[in-house]
């Protein structure tokens, strides 16, 4: 079992920067394709990020292309998701998850942190 605790959510303004942590504890962090999924209000969960247990892949959906960035440090055992020119439409929980298999679909994750409040103001 994996345990996985977000943070660095908050209020901030439109155009503006978020830094998501995503820690973990219990098994070796490594191996998992670690990902980023978001949940607004009244919406299904949608992905938004996924990284490889090397870190050295990377898959994005396209309304985030060019403006989040997901990164790793495996020493640490963390994940991380850099968000840049934050749109009103951003506003979500964001969840972090791990799976065993490089994919798009929540279905895919087997281990979910409760989820950190992002909203942006216009």
């Known amino acids: 079992q994996v345990q996985l605790v977000e943070s660095g959510g908050g209020l901030v303004q439109a155009g503006g920067s978020l830094r998501l942590s995503c820690a973990t504890s219990?098994?070796?962090?490594?191996?998992?394709?670690m990902g980023w999924f978001r949940q607004a209000p009244g919406k299904e969960r949608e992905f938004v990020a996924a990284i490889s247990g090397s870190g050295g892949n990377t898959d994005y959906a396209d309304s985030v292309k060019g403006r989040f960035t997901i990164s790793r440090d495996n020493a640490k055992n963390t994940v991380y998701l850099q968000m840049n020119s934050l749109k009103p439409e951003d506003t979500a929980v964001y969840y972090c998850a791990a799976g065993y298999f490089w994919s798009q679909n929540k279905r895919n994750y087997d281990h979910w942190g409760q989820g950190t409040q992002v909203t942006v103001s216009s």
């Open positions: 219990g098994r070796t962090f490594s191996p998992y394709v």
